[in-house]
Each structure stands twice: as C-alpha cells, then as structure tokens.
C-alpha cells in the first residue's frame, strides 16, 4: 500500500491506495430466498475481480481519518474508481475489502452505459462493483448531469430512461434492481409518462417489469403484465410489438400485430397480420440486412385474403400480393451488384389498400438486377429487367354491361450485356473518343400482342468529339455512327387496329450521326444602384444571359417503322434539327463582404450547390473568375427557354399521320409526346424557378405547343415553411396525345387536370399544438367527382410524448371509395402505438 499523504489533516487532501483482489475462497454469493417468510430483497451478488489492483482515488474538503485499513472522509467527498465517480457528505471505505459505506447527497456516476444516481445513503463493494441505494433517483443513457434538478441532460444513447426507487440493489457492474420504482424517459421529476411497478430488473440490454401501471399525467391508464425497454442502443430485442386497432369505412374495425425478431446485430425480421372485419386477412413480412459499408438487403411483403366487395351489383375481389426486394454488394470500389425488385399481383389490390395515395395511383412497376465493374473510365455490366405496366380494370356499370379485365404490358431485358466509356483523349490531339455497346434478349407481352420468344438485339455505338474554346466562346462538334441488328422484325405498314405483328425476319438499322453544340459567352450585368440595394433589401442584383446552340443530323434510319419496341434504342430516328434555347438567372449578392460558406461535403449538397451556382461554371466559363457569383451570393430567378427546329420534317419516313410518334429527340427534350403529324416546330419548353428566400421556392414548367395552340404540360409547384408554418401547393395539367389500348381503340389526348394543396401549423419534434390537412382535386371531375383524397391530422407534444389522430378521406371511384380514422401515440425514445404511419404524416 503507498499513502500519498500519511497525515490526514494536512492541507493537500488526498489519499491514493492500491490494493490487490480478495481470493476466490473468500467470496461469497446469495441469492433470492424460495422459503416463504424469507427476505424479500437478495443480498448482492459479489463477482470475481479480473484486476490484478484496483485503482482508487479519495478527495475530501474536511476531516480525513485511517483506523487500520478503513479510511474515513466528511464534508464533499469524491471517490475516483476507473469510470466512476462517488460524492457523499460522509464516506467510509475499507481499502483491503474495496466495502464502502456512503451518507448524505450520494451521487455515483460513469459506467458503460453512463449511470447517474442519487440517493440518500448506501453502501458500494468497489472490488465486486455491487451495491445498495435507497431513495434513488437515477438514470441510464445520459451524460453530465443525470436527473437531478438544474442539471443538464445530454443523450449518449437512444434509448436513454430515468428511474426512481425506495431502493435499488446493483448485482453487477450493468445490472441493477429496482423495487418499489418508477421508469420514464422523461425529465423527473414530474415526467408527463412513467411505468410504476414493485420491481425492475435492468441488465446491459434491457429492463423489464411484470405486472406495472402505465401512467400518464400521473393518471393510471394501462395495467402491462409484462414489458421491456431496451437499454443498449446498440442492441435490438426479440419481441411482440404493441397491437394496432383501426377503423375504415370499407375494411371496417381492424385490428394488427407483429412479431419482431433481432436475428443478430446487422439482421431482423418482422411478420405480422392484420385483420379487417369486412374483407379479410393481410398479411405481412420484413426482413432487413445491414452489412459493410454500402451492402445491404431488405425485403418486403404484404398480402391479402380478400373476401370481396360488391359494387354496382358485381362482386369484386380485390386481394393480392406485392412483394419487394432491394440490396447492394461491393466487391470492391470497382465491382458490385444491386438490384431493386418488385411483384404486383394486381393493380387493384394497390389501388384498393395502399396507405398512401401516390402509391395507390402508382400504376408502372419497373425490376432491375444488375452487376458492374468500372476501370480507368470504362465500364462492363449484365443486368436483367423487367417492367410491368398495369391498367385499372374497368368494374360494369351495370349488372348487364360486361367488365373490362385488368390489362398489363410486360418488358423484359434477359439479359442484356452493356459496355460503356467515357470520352478518352488519343494520344496529345485534343481528339476524343467514346464507345457505348450492348447485347440483348428481349421480349414484349401485352394485350392481343406477345413476342416469339427473345428478341436479339445487338447496339454498337462510337464516337469522335472534339472540344474547341476561344475567347469565351465554347463549341464542341462530334462524329458517330450506330449499328443496330435484331433477330426479329415488326410488320409494315401497319395494319388498321395499330396491333403490332411480329415477324421472324432479322433486321438491321445503321446511322450517321453529326452534332455541333455552340455556347457563346455569358453576357452578365450587375445592378447596384442605392434604389436596387434598398428594394432587394441590401443586395444588389447580378443578371447573366446563357445562350446556347445545337444541331444534330441523324441519317440511315430507313426502316424505322419495321423496328420492334423495347426502350429508348429502339426509337433511334432520322433527324435534322436546331435546338436554340437561353438560360437566365439572377443572383442576390450582399453589398457588405460575408465570409465564404465552404462548398458542402455530401453528395446531396453538392448537388444542390451545383444546381443553384456551379451550373454557370458548367457553362464554359470556369476561367473568368468575375463572372461567377461571389462569396455570399444565393441565386433568385433560374429561367430556361428552348425549342427546336425540324428541317426534316417527318423524320426520315418515320412520322404516321393521326398517331401519337415518339422518338428519341423528342423524348430527350420535353418528355411529353406531341408529334402526331410532320411538323418543323417542336413546342416551347419553360423551366422557371425562383426562390424569394429560405423559406418559399417557387417553380413553374410548361410546354407551349404553338402549332396546336395549348400546352401540352403545365406544372406549378410552391413551397412555405417559416417557422412551424408551411404550405404547398402543386398544379398538374397534361393535355397530349394519348396512347393506343387493346382492340384498336385511341385515346385521342391525355387529359390530366388536378391540383394538390397543403396547410399546416406545428412539428412533429417540437413540444405544443399541431394541425395540418391537405387535399387533391380532379379539376376535370368526370365521373370520379372533385376530391380523390383528403386528410386533416391534428397532434400535441409534450415534452417526452405525444398524440396524434387523423380522418383520411380517398374517392378512386368505384375501386376505392373510403374514409379511415388513424392515431398514434409516441414516447420519446420508445416508440409509437398507433396505425398513422411516420410516412403519412403531414408533418
């Protein structure tokens, strides 16, 4: 044993002892009496000491006293032991038995799980780390401060609790019991919930009671014959989730349970069912994988055993499966899989129960696997894909008129191999060159109409490019040529119903392909006049013109129309065109210097730093510093304009009067069809955003088709949030040419008119009063009526709670025509009890 001060009333109040670990023959052990009348409280249990010394270090602002080897401290007493620290008015400790008897204020704190208790008096074995507190108030998971008042409480787990108890036994250096306790996550000592029982039993994991209250307000709400709360936030627990009750006016009352399994630390699974009292049984299953880095996998199921609905006299089952698969692996950072896979059994199975109305309206299902391997710019990868696009089936309007059956078209890519290159200098030329090339089965089945089998398709496709850039001008003008052969043909002309015919006789499609893009230098103006600096609020105004030229001729495509339809290779055409367009933005930029933001480190914000100001460097004007935005600066108005010229007017042949034709120049450009006839003038396409501030975006995108005199798309999104305010509002208006259906039968436009509104106060995180709804409107209002959905949701927060209740209204017609009541009810750091899904909230 070494004293660093042999009299203890010197001024340098401390003594440091070292001692050894008492041997195993001298340990002892009890445990829980099984005679009735016995204690009901177990002595701590003592454990083996791996330690060869144990450390201690003792502090005190009075009298220090060794009788033998026990010393004894009063007056602001501090013990240090490895990660713990003990403070009492008065301790005791034996150094040979590591026994320590503590009154007045106890507080311990440390340990793996971050301890913090207070108690009244206790006594502590430092060797074995066991001890007995009584009227203890303490928690777990939180740092600095634990639960006393006017201390501050800093979360270093997830799942942080606080506890109190007439008294609490530590059988362990992570294991405690609590009798005649209380447990909450919310700050004591007046939590807004706590669970009250007779005894807790807390270890390294969890803690868990049997036979507990729940309170909440101090109010007796629910008596639990047994529950857990997990303490690891590293470690997930085996169990039974809290059952969900519903209501809906279709499905009627609802009642859902699931049963989560923690399979290892990167590995779950969840199943469950769900029964709704008017249609049937779902089922449900999820399982999850988290591996390194950027693996994972995640699989989803849901299915239901409907017994159906009657509608218009008809009886209609509308039951189904979806199932879902997504995951990654990387062999290396050159070489991975992935793939993103789903099943849907039925259209009306989605429509009729999905719990969001995007999904539900989602009708284009698209499966993808697929692995690559990337080199020194260049890239090999085998995918197979297959897309699924479903339509609604139509339900008879009367019992005498038929149903239309639900129809799908179905394309797969099986395989399909693909080489790919970025542009490559040869040798010091300035000459650069790139090559795209890929193999392919394919097929094609939808109504009245199914490919013989795959389809060989063979796409070779190089080029030469050459950049040239003088005096702020930017030009690039390249050379290519494509050969494309397929195994199988389609037949022409054709034939009055549009049903396409396949013939068994191979095909080859060669091209010539010549394009120069031109971009002039930026024309730029700042206005900084005192009446511009004072209207935008100490800012002056930086305006930039960005015009842009290119022309493209493509020749060779003679056989378009024989060409059978898969994707975007297939709809290669004969083109000759111009596309002018402008770019516009204004910038805000402060009169007074601010220091620079550092451009942002993730992959998101750089993204988002590149849409709003690198753009202008993309521009080809990287080398004039000046004319880029300065430190400081935001952008107020971005505003693209552009169109094209056809000098070949029908595409080389491959324009059929009366039919909606698409092709790859046109696709690329607006993405919405509006070639039904040759024409030299493709529509005007508008891209406006503007962002008055942080807190409101505004965008506007139209189509302008001159020719016909409308536009053809006409999108307006608005975004607010300030402060716990926010607003949306989104307008969609397609007025295009519309696609061909089974039987020859046109749908001559695709008339799509709807409007979404959004309104809230409050925030799901923020302690206070909350209220939202939001609303879509069928502005045609043909047969299915104004309003296709609506919710209005209300919540409050507490501090460490919360409640919140939903009225969700969906009118799809004579497929979907429900209202549901939903709830939730979240603790803080718990979870939520509850069918209003995190997903379809307002908030």
Known sequence: MVLAASHPHLSAQQVTTQATPLPEDQMSSSSLPDAPGATQYPVAEILPDNDDTTDVTLESDGDQRKTGNVFSLDKNVVIHYRDRVIQADHIEFNEDTG??????HLHVSGGANHEDLTASHGTMNLKNQTATFYDVTGSVGLKGGGAGPGRTLTYSSSNPFLFTGRMVVRTGPQSYEIYDGTLTTCQLPKPDWMLNAGKFMVDSEKAKAQNSIFRLMNIPVLFLPYVTHPVDSEQRQTGFMIPVPGYSSTKGFTLGEEFYWAINRSTDLTVGAQYYSLRGWEQSATFRYRGLGNNFAKARYTGLLDRGIVTNGVYLNQGGQDVTFSGRHDFNSQTRVAGDVEYLSSYAYREAFAENFSVAVSSDILSILYGVHEWDGYAASGRADRYQGLKQAAVAATPTT?????????IFHAPSLDFDSTEHEIGRTGLMWSVDASEAGLSRVQPNFSTGGLTQRFDLHPELSYPLGFDGWRMRASIGVRETAYSRSRQVPYNDTGIPVELPNSLNRSDLEIEGDLRAPVVERVFDSPGVEKFFGGNDVKHTIEPELTYRYVTGVNNFLA?????DVDIVSDTNELEYGVTQRLFLRPVKNRPCKERPESTAQSQNWDDDIGKVQTRQIADAKDSLPSCGSHPLISWR???????????????????RNIFDTTLNFSGIAFLTEPRA???LISRLRVRTSAHMDVEWDFDLDTGAKKFTSNNVLVDVHENNVFAGLSYARLNAPGRFYTEGVISAVSNFNQLRLLLGYGSPTKPGLGVAGNVGL??????TGLV???AV???YNWDCCGFSVEVRKYELGSVRNETTERFNFTLLNIGTAGNLRRTASLF
């Open 641 to 659: 304009l552009a169109q094209k010229y056809f000098f070949n007017e029908n595409f080389g042949g491959a324009v059929i009067n009366g039919r």
């Open 681 to 683: 003038i493709s529509p």
């Open 402 to 410: 038929p149903a239309v059956p639900e129809e799908q078209i179905r």
């Open 788 to 790: 296709q959905y609506g």
């Open 563 to 567: 060409v059978l339809r898969f994707d």
């Open 99 to 104: 026994e320590l008897t503590a009154t007045g």
């Open 793 to 795: 949701q209300g919540s």
């Open 778 to 783: 069928d502005l045609n209002a043909n047969n």
